[in-house]
């Protein structure tokens, strides 16, 4: 990205932003992300029911563009002249796992934003989204170093398509390869909503970096064999002291990484870091449907009238972590020290 980072111009076709603002017609379009690879298909939103539902269903995903649609949802209710504590409810009650979410929510209900009525909402819900990307451009910058040439490992979809645009760990990545990096990465596919499988994939490959495909249990092998030199991933929700939720699948990746000695770095924004939440064991996981487990893309996988779980995120804890990548800075261990540092600097702390 050549252009000042905070200067962020949200229809920059590089950023590959999956939501966008109709600002005329107030009309919210979300890249529909259960299309994603087959179909490039844009969805309309014209209230808040349709957000949430949305959310809930994973048309739009990703901790950061989960509450950046929360807020445009919120504006939505507001023009709509809907109450807007029922509002917030019904959007709040969609996805317990990602912060942002609630992060979102308790912005836009800020009495100066409310008090300004729809078009202060309106507006707040914009600056979320740009400061979203703007911080996914800080984080690249701060990463792009951190990442040894090599081959990088990544987990589920913390790109683009997680956030208001340009990515976090995926970010560090495409800020990493603009910088020179010699970087190939491999995606986990990530059982059972496949979104390194779907996303990661897609969205490396249209920015023409060097993705591989591979399938979570894939993992190990590779790191054993040499093969992977890093591993980035996004987060959900950071506790105070670093115990870092993300799709389930991370805490087993961050073990295998310790046991080969490979780095295991966390990239999120500040609005990812939840300094209410002191550690892991506080953190609520959403329990999914187990249909999205016993089928696959539609498709019966398993014997009928056997059970499945579906927890769809994992912590994993701050031990394992050799580094949180945000736009404030990059922390390091001990967390519990380091992390509510970066909410007082706006500089570099390595
Ligand atoms: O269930 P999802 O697809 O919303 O889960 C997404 C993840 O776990 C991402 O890694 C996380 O939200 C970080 S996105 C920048």
Same mark, same amino acid.
């Given at each position: ?11 920059? %076709? ?6 966008? #603002? ?17 179909? +490039?298909? #844009?969805? /309309? ?18 901790? %950061? $563009? ?14 709509? =002249? $809907? ?12 996805? @317990? ?36 990307? !703007? !911080? ?34 995926? =970010? ?19 059982? @059972? ?45 950071? $506790? ?16 295998? $990484?310790?046991?080969?000695?490979? /780095?295991?770095?966390?990239? &999120? ?8 939440? +002191? ?37 994993? /804890?701050?031990?394992?972590? &050799? ?9 390091? %261990? /001990? ?16």
């Amino acid at each position: 990205m050549s252009q000042p980072i905070d200067d962020v111009d949200l229809a920059d %076709p590089r950023l590959l932003s999956p939501l966008r #603002w109709d600002g005329e017609k107030k009309e919210l379009w979300l890249l529909d992300q259960l299309a994603l690879p087959a179909m +490039e298909r #844009w969805l /309309p939103y014209r209230d808040h029911q349709g957000v949430a539902t949305a959310i809930r269903e994973m048309v739009v995903r990703g901790a %950061p $563009a989960i509450g950046i649609a929360a807020a445009y949802g919120l504006a939505l209710a507001a023009f709509r =002249g $809907a109450p807007l504590d029922e509002a917030a409810a019904l959007l709040g009650a969609t996805r @317990p796992t990602a912060v942002n979410l609630f992060w979102a929510l308790a912005r836009m209900r800020q009495h100066k934003v409310v008090d300004g009525g729809a078009a202060a909402l309106e507006k707040e819900a914009i600056a979320i989204h740009r400061e979203d990307v !703007a !911080a996914c451009l800080r984080i690249g910058a701060h990463g792009a170093k951190l990442l040894p040439e090599g081959t990088v490992l990544t987990h589920c979809n913390a790109g683009a398509l997680a956030t208001g645009g340009y990515g976090t760990a995926l =970010g560090v990545i495409r800020a990493a390869v603009a910088l020179g990096t010699r970087l190939r990465v491999f995606a986990d596919e990530t059982r @059972p909503y496949l979104q390194g499988a779907r996303l990661t994939t897609w969205e490396l490959h249209k920015s023409g970096i060097d993705v591989t495909l591979i399938t979570d249990n894939m993992a190990g092998h590779l790191m054993s064999r040499g093969e992977v030199q890093s591993v980035i991933v996004g987060a959900d929700r950071i $506790a105070r002291n670093g115990d870092t939720a993300n799709k389930i699948g991370t805490y087993s990746v961050a073990v295998l $990484a310790r046991e080969h000695g490979v /780095p295991f770095f966390v990239a &999120a924004p500040l609005s990812t870091l939840d300094m209410k939440t +002191e550690t892991g064991r506080d953190i609520p996981i959403e329990e999914r449907n187990a249909a999205e487990v016993l089928t696959l893309q539609g498709v019966r996988i398993a014997p009928l009238g056997i059970a499945a779980r579906h927890p769809a995120f994992d912590v994993t /804890p701050a031990r394992l972590i &050799a580094a949180i990548i945000t736009e404030a800075g990059v922390a390091r %261990p /001990p967390y519990p020290q380091s992390l509510p540092g970066l909410f007082s600097t706006t500089t570099a702390l390595y």
